[in-house]
Structures are given as structure tokens and as C-alpha cells.
């Protein structure tokens, strides 16, 4: 069964402090997704950004990079010059390519608090 | 289309009575997800389709709950004889599979609360 650990459960920093939000899966597929999504106050959940378990290279999109070590099995996520705005909880989710339908099975969530 | 859209936002309702909700996914999505997140957790999978068949359900579904898709296109979730255990955010995810996309798009959600 799959399952998606998030052991921090919140985070405060300054703004323009680096964060880095800690993520560590279980799967026994071999073709697999990860994903990050961030749910701000507003409630809707936004997605951010998509890994492949076939594609091991770390990528930077703007402030966000992530890195993917399938050896220990992790997909940790970092927000760069962090904003008031990054306030909210950001979700870890994964996908099993032979899951109906690739559901997602998320994490429990990290709040993060950015202050001025 | 601006994205995936979920009517009513907010529900108030009385234990033991039946409510529904609706979802409008993204136009061209074939796909449709249905997850429900209680306070402070992680959504967690309910149902899905492909089109307009239902092709898998959790545990977490009970028989009091009732999903539909008809003509693949919005879909409707029922809770009958509503329970206070019940009260959560119910969240509908659409998206296109194809061989280079895989992620699912979030709409706003429906906060139930059974009193």
C-alpha cells in the first residue's frame, strides 16, 4: 500500500529565510508520481509541482526546487526567499501508476507560517 | 474555462438528512475525483471516474454515500441520513491523463457541517 510520511508538522520562519519541507514515501509500484500542492487559507488546494519515479533530476521553477532521492525514498520541497504570501499547509502526494484512476494519497501536511 | 468549480461552498445541515453536492470539472478532463479532508489531515481518496463510469470506490465510502457522473461531464455526490462524523471538506479534483500529464486540478470544495 502506499503512503506518504510529512513528519514536520510546522514550520515559522522570517521572511526571505529559505524553507525546506521534508517528505519520505512508500510504494511497491515502479512507476510512480510525486507531487506538491499547497493549500492556502482559502482552502483550495494548488498544485506546484510534478515528479516522475523515472526521471531523478532535481529541477528549480522560480523560488520552488525540490529533490527527488529514490534511494531513501524521498521528495523534499524548498521555497527559496520565502514571501508572506507562501503562508499556507503544502501537501506531499503520491501517485501508483497501476492505482485506479493514479488516486493520490497525500501526507498529512506541513503548515507554514512566513512572518514579516 | 477557469477551472474546477463546486457548488454549494458552504452546507449546514441537521443530522440525519440527506445532502448533495456538486462538481463541474475542467471541460476537456476525462477524469473526476472525489476526496474528503477533515480538519488538520490530508484529503483522502473517495471515488473516481473515467468518464461517466465509476471505476473505483474507498472504504471510506459507505453505503450511505452515492456518487454520479452522468454524460461524463459534472458530478454529484449524496450523503443520506447525514452523521456528525460526516463533517468535512469535501474536495473534487478533474484531470486529463495523457502520456505527459498526470496531475489533478482542485476545486474550492464543500464544508459540511452536521450539527
Known amino acids: 500500500a502506499q503512503k506518504v510520511t510529512q513528519a514536520q508538522t510546522e514550520i515559522s520562519v522570517v521572511e526571505k529565510e529559505d524553507v525546506t519541507l521534508d517528505c519520505v514515501y512508500e510504494t511497491r509500484d515502479t512507476t510512480y508520481y510525486l507531487f506538491w500542492y499547497k493549500q492556502p487559507p482559502s482552502g483550495e488546494l494548488v498544485f506546484l509541482i510534478r515528479r516522475n519515479s523515472f526521471d531523478e533530476q532535481n529541477e528549480i521553477s522560480g523560488r520552488y526546487s525540490w529533490n527527488f532521492q529514490k534511494s531513501t525514498s524521498s521528495f523534499n520541497f524548498t521555497i527559496t526567499a520565502s514571501q508572506v504570501v507562501d503562508s499556507a499547509v503544502y501537501f506531499c502526494?503520491?501517485?501508483?501508476?497501476?492505482?485506479?484512476?493514479?488516486?493520490?494519497?497525500f501526507g498529512g501536511g506541513t503548515r507554514v507560517l512566513v512572518k514579516p | 474555462d477557469t477551472g474546477v468549480s463546486q457548488n454549494p461552498r458552504h452546507k449546514i445541515t441537521k443530522r440525519g438528512q440527506n445532502v448533495t453536492f456538486r462538481c463541474d470539472p475542467i471541460?476537456?478532463?476525462?477524469?473526476l475525483y472525489w476526496y474528503r479532508q477533515t480538519l488538520g489531515q490530508g484529503p483522502e481518496f473517495l471515488t473516481y471516474f473515467q468518464n461517466e463510469a465509476q471505476l473505483e470506490k474507498s472504504r471510506l465510502l459507505s453505503d450511505r454515500f452515492s456518487a454520479e457522473r452522468p454524460k461524463g461531464s459534472f458530478s454529484t455526490l449524496e450523503i443520506q441520513r447525514t452523521e456528525q462524523g460526516d463533517s468535512a471538506m469535501y474536495l473534487c479534483a478533474s484531470s486529463l491523463r495523457t502520456v505527459t500529464a498526470y496531475e489533478q486540478y482542485f476545486g474550492p470544495g464543500t464544508r459540511l457541517t452536521v450539527t
Open positions: 471541460s476537456e478532463h476525462n477524469r
Open positions: 502526494a503520491l501517485s501508483e501508476e497501476q492505482a485506479a484512476g493514479n488516486k493520490l494519497t
